[in-house]
Nanobody, 124 residues
Framework: QGQLVESGGGSVEAGGSLRLSCVVS????????MGWFRQAPGKEREGLAS???????NYADSVKGRFTISKDDNKNTVYLQMNSLKPEDTAMYYC??????????????????WGQGTQVAVSS
């Protein structure tokens, strides 16, 4: 069974930045689309970004221009750089993966596996 372990969450003031990391293990890493989604209390899950095998990135409109997804295949790690954070970005952030095909890695995203999450809190 694969494992996705997130880190890098925390508290930041509005306008600040955070970089989330996700270490992937036990998966055939090169065969998966990787991504991130978030969920705030009382709200639906929101897909944020994905990165395909060839490095192509896709973003939700809500984070386009502020968030950047990237990966380091040598380290089996996926990143989410988050800039210009807003209070409405407060949520639990999850690293995710999918192996069913690139369709599921396009907005609005539908990932099949995810980690335990890392909390992000943005104060005004």
């Amino acid at each position: 069974q694969g494992q996705l372990v997130e880190s890098g969450g925390g508290s930041v003031e509005a306008g600040g930045s955070l970089r989330l990391s996700c270490v992937v293990s036990g998966l055939s890493y090169s065969n998966y689309c990787m991504g991130w989604f978030r969920q705030a209390p009382g709200k639906e899950r929101e897909g944020l970004a994905s990165i395909l095998l060839d490095g192509t990135a896709n973003y939700a409109d809500s984070v386009k221009g502020r968030f950047t997804i990237s990966k380091d295949d040598n380290k089996n790690t996926v990143y989410l750089q988050m800039n210009s954070l807003k209070p409405e970005d407060t949520a639990m952030y999850y690293c995710a993966s999918d192996d069913r095909g690139s369709y599921y890695c396009q907005p609005p995203f539908d990932f099949s596996s995810w980690g335990q999450g890392t909390q992000v809190a943005v104060s005004s």
